[in-house]
């Protein structure tokens, strides 16, 4: 196996850090883990995005506060969606969606101007424009493929769009920093040399935002997997999206580079309670499971009662339940 010398954050990610992610699906993995550990994260306001200028766009209107009309959605299959987001923000009726899009950007206004960190996982630098009016799009939402072109982006356009919502990050967050990274997921869809092609712009366009911004920083996650791990025996079935051992071992470098190690004691700490929580025993009205809840509700208190910045609630509640 090759290994990569993946040096530490200047400022490693601590527990009082605000972390946003935003992002491809690859995104969700690293916040799913972030979460789980109980760090103080938003992930993907928007939903899942895997093209950079919509990345780009998003972060600009969690900065400028942009509020969505209901002219701005569209319906199709007996949905309203919007072609900013994911699908997860359509729904039948236009105003649930509406309120569901704006109370999700309220949320990452309010949090991207104290946030610590802002990783970016770009997936793919293919983009959608309708061809009605030129517009990019986010999601296609399973609209015809007559309706769209699709472009692959060029190295500089991409620098260009994103360096200019860096700018406005940091004119409004000073303290931020940025964290790229590049999705391991083969995008097989645009075929094996263009997802390559698409990949390789991306990680040009990143370093290129890397070496301009002394606050931007790079994990590299799709070299951990293409190039370290580099079996297929590290992909599911569909031989695109990495599995979990694969997911694991990036978690694994990503907590030994990014986060600090002053921290490492109380993750353990964190994903032991975690664990604990997650138990299903056969029998649970023995002395013995409430023997054992017990102690793990004293170990949740005295936990918080250290590390107050750490929210042990839901686990809590359980254990004295």
């Known amino acids: 196996m090759l290994s990569i010398d993946i040096p530490q954050l200047p400022q490693p990610i601590i527990y009082t850090d605000n972390i946003m992610l935003i992002g491809s699906c690859f995104t969700e993995h690293i916040y799913d883990r972030l979460q789980q550990h109980k760090f103080k994260v938003l992930s993907n306001p928007h939903g899942i995005l895997f093209n950079p200028l919509s990345v780009a766009s998003s972060l ?3 900065i400028n506060g942009r509020i969505y009309q209901k002219d ?19 729904d039948v009726d236009a105003d649930t969606a509406l309120n569901n899009i704006n109370s999700s950007q309220a949320a990452a206004t309010e949090f991207i101007h104290k946030a610590d960190w802002v990783i970016i996982t770009l997936g793919s630098a293919f983009q959608y424009y309708l061809k009605e009016n030129g517009s990019p799009v986010a999601n296609n939402h399973r609209a015809p493929a007559q309706w769209f072109e699709k472009r692959l982006l060029a190295v500089d356009e991409i620098a260009a769009k994103l360096g200019a919502t860096l700018h406005g990050l940091f004119a409004a967050n000073p303290p931020a920093n940025v964290l790229f990274t590049i999705s391991p997921v083969r995008h097989i869809r645009d075929g094996v040399i263009d997802n390559n092609r698409s990949k390789a712009r991306l990680i040009e366009a990143v370093h290129i935002l890397c070496s301009q911004f002394e606050q931007a920083h790079y994990f590299p996650a799709y070299e951990l997997v293409v190039d370290v791990l580099r079996d297929y025996r590290y992909y599911d079935i569909d031989l695109v999206h ?4 694969a997911t694991t071992y990036v978690w694994e470098r990503f907590a030994e580079a990014c986060i600090s190690p002053s921290v490492h004691d109380i993750m353990q700490q964190v994903q032991d ?8 025993p056969r029998f649970p009205q023995t002395e013995a499971h409430k023997k054992f809840k017990l102690a793990y509700a004293e170990k949740a208190k005295q936990l918080m009662n250290k590390h107050p910045y750490i929210n042990l609630g839901e686990e809590l509640k359980y254990f004295q339940g």
Request: net charge neutral; hydrophobic share 30%; glycine share 2%.
């Open 60 to 62: 600009d209107g969690y």
């Open 72 to 90: 701005s959605l569209f319906c199709l299959n007996e949905l309203w969606n919007s072609w900013d987001h994911h699908t997860r923000f359509s």
């Open 242 to 245: 990495p599995n979990y051992p």
């Open 273 to 280: 309670i975690m664990t604990a929580r997650s138990h299903r």
